[in-house]
């Protein structure tokens, strides 16, 4: 019984979460013509404080554990390009293509982990991840005449960033380390890297761009921190389905804030990315019953 309410209360977080990134990307795309690393700044100096603040509350240590530094600057840097290049989408197409393609992070993940942490790829996750790249090409419509291709390659190429982050939180979860700390480093990071590009090329703000980053700031540690315990309270393979529900928001934020609608070849890329992405949900979940029925033999045999 306290499984089940955990899993609802998990899956109420991650849907939560997906509000608010949505949001996030919506602010991003009105705070207007201000250059990616700009608004990469800013997004992730308001998510330095909280996560600062939850170290501090929580009375953690800022003190990386032995031997990860290297994992959470392949995270910061990759992920930090991965922000970029899904901004530049956002300010260059429509605002739920910018968020689908983003969304093939997962998959991604799955090539990542496959190379780096040698998990086994089965036959169902290489077929889905293939068809999902399928999906990917009815969004990206490649063609000479497609203006958008260039930003919508470099909206998937920010997804493959995101894959590579992730696959480097996966490592850093399994050497123990704190979530808030990963966050905290991450958003820091961050607004090193590009503090540079906004000192020699800062764009004046209005009061109401700086309105619009400081909402994406607080939309992202909204989500960073919801999808963050969406995770403690259930299994990834349970809940994370419902992360999709991100391209329902953008959908309809994009039609009611900027008048965007996505065209049929779109829809139909939405729908083939969400159904892998609901194929690789149930398969996750099946392989993992059966797992534990057959570790559950074993033990059985064992104790004869």
């Given at each position: 019984m306290l499984k089940i309410k955990n899993k609802n209360k998990a899956i109420i977080y991650i849907i939560i979460s997906a509000f608010c990134f949505a949001f996030m990307n919506l602010f991003v795309r009105l705070s207007g013509d201000l250059p990616s690393f700009q608004k990469s700044f800013f997004r992730n100096f308001v998510a330095v404080f909280f996560s600062a603040a939850v170290l501090i509350k929580n009375k953690?240590?800022?003190?990386?554990?032995?031997?990860?530094?290297?994992?959470?600057?392949?995270?910061?840097?990759?992920?930090?390009?991965?922000i970029i290049c899904n901004f530049y989408?956002?300010?260059?197409?429509?605002?739920?293509?910018?968020?689908?393609?983003?969304?093939?992070?997962?998959?991604?993940?799955?090539?990542?982990s496959f190379f780096l942490l040698k998990e086994r790829l089965t036959f169902i996750q290489g077929a889905a991840v293939f068809i999902a790249f399928i999906g990917t090409l009815f969004i990206i419509k490649p063609s000479f005449s497609n203006v958008d291709i260039l930003p919508s390659a470099i909206g998937l190429f920010g997804g493959m960033c995101a894959g590579f982050a992730y696959a480097m939180v996966r490592i850093l979860g399994t050497r123990k380390?704190?979530?808030?700390?990963i966050v905290f480093f991450f958003s820091s990071f961050s607004c090193l890297v590009t503090l540079p590009f906004l000192i020699f090329d800062f764009h004046p703000m209005s009061i109401y761009q700086i309105a619009m980053l400081l909402g994406a700031g607080l939309s992202a540690s909204g989500?960073?921190?919801?999808?963050?315990?969406?995770?403690?309270n259930a299994p990834a393979r349970e809940i994370s389905v419902y992360d999709y529900s991100q391209i329902i928001f953008a959908t309809l934020l994009g039609f009611i804030f900027l008048g965007e609608l996505p065209d049929i070849y779109s829809v139909v890329g939405y729908i083939v990315i969400c159904s892998m992405a609901v194929l690789m949900y149930v398969y996750n979940n099946n392989l993992w019953v059966f797992k534990k029925k057959i570790n559950r033999k074993q033990n059985k045999q064992e104790t004869k």
């Open positions: 953690d240590s800022f003190k990386w554990k032995k031997g990860n530094l290297k994992f959470l600057i392949l995270r910061a840097s990759i992920g930090t390009l991965g989408a956002i300010d260059h197409i429509p605002l739920s293509d910018a968020s689908i393609l983003n969304k093939m992070s997962p998959f991604f993940v799955i090539i990542f380390e704190n979530g808030s700390l989500g960073q921190f919801s999808i963050t315990a969406a995770y403690c």
